[in-house]
Each structure stands twice: as structure tokens, then as C-alpha cells.
């Protein structure tokens, strides 16, 4: 008498082509997941879209920057590039105020001993944003930047 025996129910089979399934919709979601990543925001929306709304006007003599807010952004540092004609290449630094420049205000950062009179750099505002509970930086776009001569 031989028994016909089956390995498994298909209500197990079942289950197990489920569970599967899931364990495999969660790893490609979290691979997925680190190349998209999640950008800093500023006040509830990405931080890209606060650099369109940056306004500010700079004054530079050697040795100190005067940069003041005339957005609705606080802007909490600059990148500065030095832009030399002759050769084509840019000297950056990234400086920050002692406390965000908010609506109206003022605020100084000095220069890199590298740049003097007469020099023509380029002025980047640096946002403060927020990933969770977590604050970060973001440069934005050289385009959203301001060009002026260094006064004597």
C-alpha cells in the first residue's frame, strides 16, 4: 500500500509566496529608497524652492562682507568665490554669520585674506534646513548669487 503523501498544503505554499513576495517589495524599497534620499526642507517645503526667494544685497571692502536681507528667508551664511578673469578659476570659501540674517537684517563676515581691492567675487547664499529633527546647510544655486567688485 503506498501512500500518497504531498510536501506541502497549498495553503502553505500560499503563505509562503506571500511572505516572500513582501520580504521582497521591502528590500527593493529600501534600496530604492537611498538613491532618491530625503532632501532638507525649510519651512515645510523643499529648500530648493527657498532659494527663488532670497533677496540681498552685498557690500564688500577689503577684509569684511556686509550682506543684508531684503527676502522673506533667513539666510544663514554665504559662499564667497572669488572670480579671476584672467585665468578662469575660482577661489570659494564658505563663511557663516554669527546668527541667521533674518527679514531686514544686517550681518558681516570677513573676507579671505586672498581677496583684496578691486577683486569681483561672487556672493552665495547658504540656507539652514531641517531633515526630521536634524538641521543641516544647503548652498544654493550660483545662479541665486550676487557679483560685486570689492571697494577700496
Given at each position: 500500500m503506498i501512500k500518497k503523501r504531498r510536501a506541502l498544503s497549498p495553503v502553505i505554499a500560499t503563505i509562503l509566496l506571500v511572505s516572500i513576495a513582501l520580504v521582497l517589495a521591502v528590500i527593493i524599497f529600501l534600496w530604492a529608497r537611498s538613491f532618491i534620499g530625503e532632501g532638507l526642507e525649510k519651512e515645510g517645503r523643499a529648500i530648493d524652492k527657498s532659494c527663488e526667494e532670497v533677496v540681498f544685497s552685498a557690500e564688500a571692502f577689503p577684509g569684511t562682507l556686509t550682506v543684508e536681507n531684503l527676502g522673506n528667508v533667513a539666510i544663514y551664511g554665504v559662499e564667497i568665490k572669488r572670480v579671476d578673469n584672467q585665468l578662469g578659476t575660482e577661489i570659494s570659501q564658505a563663511e557663516q554669520f554669527k546668527s541667521s540674517i533674518t527679514i531686514g537684517a544686517?550681518?558681516?563676515?570677513?573676507?579671505?585674506?586672498?581677496?583684496?581691492?578691486?577683486?569681483?567675487?561672487?556672493?552665495?547664499?547658504?540656507?539652514?534646513?531641517?531633515?526630521?529633527?536634524?538641521?543641516?546647510?544647503?548652498?544654493?544655486?550660483?545662479?541665486?548669487?550676487?557679483?560685486?567688485?570689492v571697494g577700496d
Amino acid at each position: 500500500m503506498i501512500k500518497k503523501r504531498r510536501a506541502l498544503s497549498p495553503v502553505i505554499a500560499t503563505i509562503l509566496l506571500v511572505s516572500i513576495a513582501l520580504v521582497l517589495a521591502v528590500i527593493i524599497f529600501l534600496w530604492a529608497r537611498s538613491f532618491i534620499g530625503e532632501g532638507l526642507e525649510k519651512e515645510g517645503r523643499a529648500i530648493d524652492k527657498s532659494c527663488e526667494e532670497v533677496v540681498f544685497s552685498a557690500e564688500a571692502f577689503p577684509g569684511t562682507l556686509t550682506v543684508e536681507n531684503l527676502g522673506n528667508v533667513a539666510i544663514y551664511g554665504v559662499e564667497i568665490k572669488r572670480v579671476d578673469n584672467q585665468l578662469g578659476t575660482e577661489i570659494s570659501q564658505a563663511e557663516q554669520f554669527k546668527s541667521s540674517i533674518t527679514i531686514g537684517a544686517t550681518g558681516n563676515v570677513e573676507l579671505p585674506l586672498e581677496i583684496g581691492a578691486r577683486d569681483t567675487i561672487m556672493v552665495i547664499p547658504v540656507l539652514l534646513g531641517e531633515k526630521g529633527s536634524q538641521t543641516g546647510t544647503h548652498k544654493c544655486d550660483d545662479d541665486y548669487g550676487v557679483e560685486i567688485t570689492v571697494g577700496d
